[in-house]
């Protein structure tokens, strides 16, 4: 049997990876009709396959699924005659020794490997890192955030994976120059641009894949995120990643702190002079390497003039008191309506163990509802 290609999408985190990935899963058919398959069960699996490969501890007391991930994937890339994609930004954190066994395992039976990276200026990676290690409870300041280079392929959330320059010299151990593509986003684009470029490196017609169903991540205010971080002092009790994921993202990230929109902010001098140096290291090492870029390197650079923006320390006390009673306020009438739809739902549904799924429905829409307080 002739074999395609193996697509691997590694990231860097928040470069447009959730995006680009629910158009994908939400249109999985639709692609696979221009003959690219994502192998695996669900879109999870890419996660698991992650872990996996960047041998997380813990693995014993995960469910069996998460097990049988790397199975399911490496069975459905074996049966594929198209191209396949795998697509995770945790990869990026992998060892080298680690991105060579895995490539090994997607080039199997012949299969061409080639990488896709997603990047984006430093700066501005850097502050939605921090956003997002916020929205993972975790309660570092933005002063201590970023002061190290871990060793660890288990550091999601450090430069490890956000500088571009680190991630390559791991993964060009395992790829050849000419099948590292990177994909600088840019800041002055619309959305869908990154989808566009993204496609044409996959071989796909991007004007056949509806991405209406797609949205992009959003970002918390300077007041908003320095009120999660105080709360995330109080979560103890919020440790698995449904936890973090549904509760802390999700429902009170998400829903009620971006939705506010909130004042944009930038890191201290110091970590802006970091950053603009990262930068300057990734454009030279592409043009050194030789690594396809699908789009300008400049755009990797972080601009030499900023507008004045708020660091996290100027953020009051008053402000962060203000903030969170108006999201309490919000949430006291997510409850109460919450309360009005279970009474109605148990009424309408009086059957006998009926009340679990509607309690479970309930709970979704509670979920889904974002908080009509600004």
Sequence with gaps: MSHGRAFLHLGLPKT??????????????????????????????????????????????????????????L??????????????????????????????????????????????????????????????????????????????????????????SLVLDRWLQAVPAERVHVLPLDRTADREEIWRRFAGVLGLDHSAVDVSGSFPNESMGVVEAELLRRVNAHLGEFRSAFDRGVWIRTFLADERLVTRGGERFWPYPDQVDDCRARGERAVALLAERGVDVVGDPAWLLVPGELEPRRTPDSVTDAEVAEAGAEVIAGLLGDVRALRSELREAGASTPAAGATGGVRDAVSRRLRARRSRSR
């Design 75 to 164: 069975a459905d890339l074996a049966a594929a005659e198209g191209d396949v994609l795998v697509s995770h930004e945790f990869f990026a954190a992998a060892s080298a020794e680690q991105a060579r066994s895995l490539v090994d395992k997607l080039g199997a039976g012949g299969r061409e490997v080639h990488a896709l990276v997603t990047a984006r200026e430093p700066l501005g990676l850097f502050t939605a890192s921090w956003q997002e290690s916020l929205k993972n409870r975790s309660t570092t300041p933005m002063a201590d955030y970023g002061r190290t280079e871990s060793e660890s392929p288990e550091a999601i959330w450090d430069w490890r994976t956000l500088d571009l």
């Design 16 to 73: 447009a990876t959730t995006y680009l990935q629910t158009i994908l899963w939400g249109q999985r058919d639709a692609v696979a009709a221009q003959g690219l398959v994502l192998p695996g069960r669900e879109r999870r699996d890419h996660l698991w396959v992650s872990r996996v490969v960047r041998e997380e501890p813990g693995g014993r007391r995960r469910p069996d699924r998460e097990h049988e991930a790397m199975e399911r994937v």
